[in-house]
């Protein structure tokens, strides 16, 4: 039977990377968005309003996925409204596509506030995990949207009779201009706008990620864990951390994201410098940088997620993610985390995104 997809966020760090590796290996591809874009060859659009369920009948009224990847979220300002907003989201398309009983899987993209708490309540004493985190680790006792959104998917699943697959990534690392959560690009900018100024490329975050292990994940390794998922018996049904698969610390991985740029670097020197504070009035600067270096954004908010980076690189805590669970199912993907870096930055160049 032809494997169809549906992916939830196709423009997004992780949609686009999933897009382009399912249709290298001859999905039929959808992708949905409330604005969808069509700058991936053989990728089909499909717009629709997750929050909107009288319009979704008529929006897929064409599409009858096998497999669903949800790889999108809407940031709220409080945990309850990203319950509320997010949890909707899930039920209302999984409710649209119902009575077409063609959906064979559905897999869903969470992440590590899974085990470290959500915005609301992030990383803080009392909620603080042991580290490596493992897929058996229980949940916590607060409210966290990720809850919500796998139980929409474990309902949904015993209605309908699909399987599932939840994917755990930690910072993921890849190209999404508008992306809500993105590090890699966010780094490049603030490394950008060092170079242009002549200012050092200061670590903004805590001292415990400074010295502790750390990893993160490649869009594209993510695309092959929920790839090889949807199509492996032995995957079906489980919960999965997804990682490059190496550790490093920051204080390693510093000095050779500088060097990349060219630009002097200074370590953590006994406080915290949040990139939000340190961008706040950047955005008139980057107007300026783009045009002189004729760049395609020149908004700045719509490559920096600096609020996120601060969330990620401010956690009191080192933090290293398990992987042996898909790996003894045969998911053996490995990435080298300072690769993922370079690749990126090479990428934003190409793409006239950074100077």
């Known amino acids: 039977m032809d494997k169809i997809a ?25 992708g949905l968005a409330r604005n969808p874009k069509t700058d991936i060859a053989g990728l089909h659009p499909v717009a629709a309003d997750l929050l909107h369920p009288e319009t979704l009948a008529a929006a897929l009224a064409d599409v009858a996925p096998t497999h669903i990847f949800l790889t999108s979220w809407m940031r709220q300002e409080t945990e309850a409204e990203n319950i ?37 309540s992030y990383a803080r004493g009392g909620s603080l995990p042991a580290t490596p985190l493992r897929e058996e680790q229980p949940r916590l006792d ?19 009779g699909f399987s599932w697959s939840i994917h755990r990534p930690h910072t993921i690392i890849g190209q999404a201009v508008g992306n809500l959560m993105n590090m ?17 490329f200061r670590w903004p975050g805590s001292e415990a990620q400074w010295n502790g292990l750390s990893d993160v994940t490649d869009a594209r390794v993510l695309a092959k864990q929920l ?27 510093w000095p050779r994201l500088a060097d990349w740029f060219g630009v002097e670097w200074e370590g953590y020197d006994g406080t915290v410098h949040p990139l939000e504070a340190e961008l706040a009035d950047a955005a008139d600067r980057w107007r300026d940088l783009a045009t002189r270096h004729q760049l395609a954004v020149t908004d700045l908010n719509k490559l920096a997620s600096p609020w996120h980076t601060d969330l990620d690189l401010g956690r009191p805590i080192e933090v290293m993610t398990d992987m042996s669970k898909s790996r003894q199912l045969g998911f053996m993907v490995y990435q080298r985390t300072e690769d993922s870096f370079f690749d990126l930055f090479a990428q934003l160049r190409a793409d006239r995104l950074i100077p």
């Not at 949807?230 to 920051?250: P, V």
Request: glycine share 8%; with cysteine; hydrophobic share 45%.
């Open 184 to 200: 890699g690009t966010t780094l490049a900018v603030y490394a950008s706008l060092c170079k242009e100024t002549g200012q050092p």
């Open 142 to 160: 607060l409210e966290n949207f990720y809850y919500a959104q796998e139980d929409e998917v474990f309902a949904a699943a015993a209605r309908d």
């Open 6 to 30: 549906l992916i939830v966020g196709a423009s997004g760090i992780v949609g686009s990377n999933l897009a382009k590796e399912l249709l290298a290996t001859g999905w039929t591809t959808y």
């Open 84 to 120: 509320r907003v997010n949890g909707a989201m899930v039920r209302n398309l999984l409710a649209a596509l119902s009575p077409k009983h063609s959906v064979q899987h559905v897999a869903l993209v969470t992440g590590l506030k899974h085990y470290l708490g959500p915005f609301d």
């Open 227 to 253: 790839a090889w998922a949807a199509t492996t018996e032995a995957a079906r049904n489980q919960a999965f951390n997804i990682t490059n698969g190496d550790y490093f610390r920051w204080s390693w991985l």
